[in-house]
């Protein structure tokens, strides 16, 4: 079973808004799906990955980079 399968109806039913995703060597953003923003992150290492896109990706991009996230209400 994929990762996606498992888990994706438990966000869904549990109305999760934001999935972060981390050791891919590259950063992708999807458009949001079903009210849930996903996002891959994992270029802080030492060498980065060739990202591909699907027909859901609204963002990809094989660089190094961090995520700073500011959460409120």
Avoid: K, W
Wanted: charged content about 25%; overall charge negative; glycine content about 10%.
């Amino acid at each position: 079973m994929r990762t996606r399968d498992a888990f994706v109806g438990l966000f869904e039913q549990h109305c999760v808004d934001l999935v972060l995703a981390g050791h891919d060597h590259d950063h992708q953003r999807p458009r949001v799906i079903n009210g849930i923003v996903y996002v891959v992150s994992g270029g802080g290492g030492t060498s980065l990955r060739a990202t591909g896109e699907e027909d859901f990706t609204e963002f990809s991009q094989s660089v190094f980079h961090y995520l700073e996230l500011e959460v409120d209400e």
